[in-house]
């Protein structure tokens, strides 16, 4: 197996859009896990990389980020996983982590061949990222309670996609290898 | 609307891998919508762009693709919608229309700002090659009668991922405009 | 014309560098003329961008790039184009500002079909973003006053290069059109 | 010493634009560098990888790039160096030879690390492919009687920025290690 990164989508987020109320939900159940995996991987010595939509803002920093996202509607659920001082963070403009990012390359200098994602959505954010991850040749882990969706069916069909069509482990968190 | 291209990906194939039985007969039933949107696209000057896979050979060109694809297992797929001579022809390496190839820049140089996909596969291909198209702000149609699965449940679902999260038409090729 | 962007490249720095005397000595020099270019662009509502590297540090802001520089061996370089509030700012990784960054994308966001280069370093960075704005079909333009050098001679030479092979306007600042 | 390829640029080339008699001259007279260097990976089973553009012809293949470049002003340029079956051939319809190609994703499923650039133009696409293998951390070699340039002062502009800001090593073809 390759070395991996846990990459954490889109957690720092102030749910003020139209389905918010119905993902909020799913991110509130998959949370611990979420939060487990950060932790098992900051204490494995897995190289940590939160990668989060700028919303718009061309001018954002992860204090921004966090502080916007503290000031939303479900401050509970962002305080958890607040990112600590040594992970490195990434700012996306659109939905895929490598889509204008310096994803990739970091993940090379890293020397990472092996990505875990978590966050959400994960039909959305989460399918268009393991994607990008699958044509660049990356191992993938999707732990799929580690993952919020909006849609149940979609959520569903996405997980499936992921390990039919791309080669994804999507054991749930306790059992993906980090 | 902007001006739109029709991008036919991954129609030259010689089907010589598992579920090749199982995608052939889907592709057969929408043959004639894609050789329809061909027409239609030639006789309205709609650019028309061949997005084909190498299927690893790093020297093949569109003559040998076809070629390859003729000598394969379904010729009556293939002899259809061979390219002719006035159409773009990309080819890809990997899954996405966008990932490694010169599209955007072909797109852009063209004035495009719509694509219209057709071909196959529904779950992988048209459905990777549509959030790329998304992510990089153009408009999207897939007609749903024109392009082929292998799953239904998949190919269900790839549809309405692309309908409810990237704004795509999947009206029936004989409605979708060009 | 295309509608213009001003890019703002690398002007954060700590001087902390092999060769950073001599770089610091040319900046000094161009100064007031990114300055000018500066205050000319917000006057008249031509969109800013900053984009700087984060040498190496992952978890960067555009805040913390401008403390870091402050602290740096040459604060007075830094004071005076200290990015205000309304402008954007992208960071980069490397030395082109189109690689592993948006900025591609927030271009054609802002509908920008013209790039005007301001900064450092006139054989590196400024170059290699030139040639990338120049293979995206950006027009260009380099004004020669507002732009440092570390060698003299390889600057001239990326000069020539960008006006005799890239069609770049290289003008003095007071003469460039906006 | 990562492994690395050989990399033959823009040689198919028909010679029907300004400047094409001045460039065919240096050409001329790098040309039996070029052919070693082809023969010697060949022998040393390192992969020879020839990116050509495509002249704006989004339908070309390599065939049809060698037969009009064998049509073109100078043949004898041309038949030297045409390339044999086991070599890979990628397209490019821009000047760097990364830019909207597979190379990236095809030197690293060969496992290279290393790129040694031969062909023309130096002060053009050799200079800008150079800067896109640096920028994803490739190391460089570009033999200096291997390539051809345009003008005397930007070709060895060129090389000095080569070795200078992008740690290539610029030895003569004899002594370029492969």
């Given at each position: 197996m390759s070395k991996s990164a846990l990459v954490v989508i889109d957690m720092l987020n102030a749910y003020d859009f139209e389905d918010a109320e119905q993902l909020a939900e799913h991110v509130r159940e998959v949370l611990p896990n979420v939060k487990h995996l950060i932790d098992r991987a900051s204490e494995e010595d897995v190289p940590?990389?939160?990668?989060?939509?700028?919303?718009?803002?061309?001018?954002?920093?992860?204090?921004?980020?966090?502080?916007?996202?503290?000031?939303?509607?479900?401050?509970?659920?962002?305080?958890?996983?607040?990112?600590?001082?040594d992970v490195k963070f990434?700012?996306?403009?659109?939905?895929?982590?490598?889509?204008?990012?310096?994803?990739?390359?970091?993940?090379?200098?890293?020397?990472?061949?092996?990505?875990?994602?978590?966050?959400?959505?994960?039909?959305?954010?989460?399918?268009?990222?393991?994607?990008?991850a699958y044509v660049r040749d990356y191992e993938l882990a999707v732990p799929k309670d580690a993952v919020a969706h909006i849609h149940d069916d979609l959520g569903d069909a996405a997980l499936r996609m992921m390990e039919t069509n791309m080669s994804a482990d999507i054991a749930p968190a306790g059992d993906v290898e980090l």
């Open positions: 940590i990389i939160y990668v989060n939509d700028n919303y718009g803002d061309w001018n954002s920093s992860a204090d921004e980020l966090l502080e916007t996202a503290r000031r939303g509607r479900f401050p509970d659920l962002v305080e958890e996983i607040a990112p600590k001082e990434v700012i996306k403009g659109r939905h895929s982590v490598f889509y204008g990012t310096p994803l990739d390359h970091l993940l090379r200098e890293l020397d990472v061949g092996r990505v875990v994602l978590t966050g959400q959505v994960t039909e959305q954010c989460i399918l268009y990222s393991a994607l990008d």
